[in-house]
């Protein structure tokens, strides 16, 4: 546990110190390519606290679904699972389309940045961008499937409870916790490993389920050291999404208008959202780097080719 967390603090420090080393040219994927993509889930957050019929709208539409499936709703995981799932599937659909364009591109262009190479051009770009799309698509296909199976399985356990006459209030509580606790450390692996697999498709140019089954071997016996490296960011962002909530949404409740200074703070709030999804971009490259290193020979072998790595690369990891 020692040797994780001391690994991670390290790459952690590591990305800070490549973040400010290309300054520039973060600050300007920030800018330009992340902004969109922070503003996009930041508003779709605002329209959600706003408008309660669309969140009412979406939750009683998975209610049904579930209610169909012969899910138990008397289940107290049913009224969170429905929430959290309702909130995902807007806020996924709302910023879809800055997800496929800028968000993938800026993964392509964190990818390219080095010492050597602060500015890389366009044009490199964007050949890598339907290498990061067509993983991009089976990333997505396989958090599907992970949610699916999920489900399934906990469609299944709630049915064979209640066969075996399994139905008192503490029995679907611990049923309901357990399964909390398992579609947790499903869904945060799928996510990893699918960003890792993105981060690999951009530093190797390959797409598909090959970046993905890369993604898996990197990740083995590094799932802890992952865990707690996406962990900062993701606790920064959430942070920062607070803020917005206090500081833009409330403020516009509040005066019933939007007025230069509200929307300047949010354009300021985005911005910052944008920087630390740099930093986390900068953590995946390093980190995936730190497994390429570590895996040396074996890594080579099994896949046929090499990737030599910069010098200064090494000295980061």
């Not at 044009?123 to 991009?136: K, V």
């Not at 606790?181 to 390959?206: D, H, K, P």
Request: hydrophobic share 50%; aromatic share 10%.
């Amino acid at each position: 546990m020692q040797n994780t967390m001391g690994e991670a603090n390290k790459l952690l420090r590591s990305s800070i110190h490549a973040f400010f080393q290309n300054y520039t040219s973060f600050i300007s994927v920030a800018a330009l390519l992340l902004l969109p993509v922070s503003s996009s889930f930041l508003l779709s957050q605002a329209i959600l606290t706003s408008s309660p019929s669309t969140l009412h709208f979406i939750s009683s539409r998975l209610r049904s679904l579930f209610q169909a499936s012969s899910f138990p709703s008397s289940s107290p995981l049913f009224p969170l699972l429905n929430l959290l799932l309702s909130q995902t599937l807007f806020s996924s659909i709302f910023t879809l389309p800055f997800t496929l364009t800028f968000l993938l591109l800026a993964k392509a262009s964190v990818a390219q940045i080095t010492p050597k190479n602060p500015f890389p051009p366009f044009s490199s770009i964007l050949n890598l961008y339907p290498t990061l799309l067509t993983t991009h698509i089976f990333s997505s296909f396989i958090l599907l499937s992970a949610n699916s199976s999920i489900f399934v399985t906990l469609f299944l356990v709630f049915n064979i409870a209640e066969l075996v006459g399994v139905s008192s209030d503490e029995s679907l509580l611990i049923i309901s916790l357990i399964g909390v606790i398992i579609y947790s450390i499903v869904l945060a692996n799928t996510v990893l490993i699918c960003n890792l697999g993105l981060i690999v498709s951009a530093m190797e140019n390959c797409s598909g389920y090959v970046p993905l089954l890369k993604a898996c071997l990197l990740m083995r016996k590094r799932v802890a050291t992952a865990l707690s490296l996406a962990l900062p960011t993701n606790l920064a962002m959430a942070l920062i999404e607070a803020l917005f909530q206090y500081r833009v949404v409330r403020l516009y409740h509040v005066s019933k208008k939007l007025n230069m200074a509200i929307v300047c703070e949010g354009f300021l709030v985005a911005y910052m959202h944008s920087v630390v999804m740099v930093v986390e971009i900068i953590v995946s490259c390093l980190f995936y780097k730190r497994c390429r290193l570590s895996s040396g020979e074996d890594w080579e072998e099994g896949f046929g080719y090499r990737i030599e790595m910069e010098p200064e690369d090494k000295e980061e990891v």
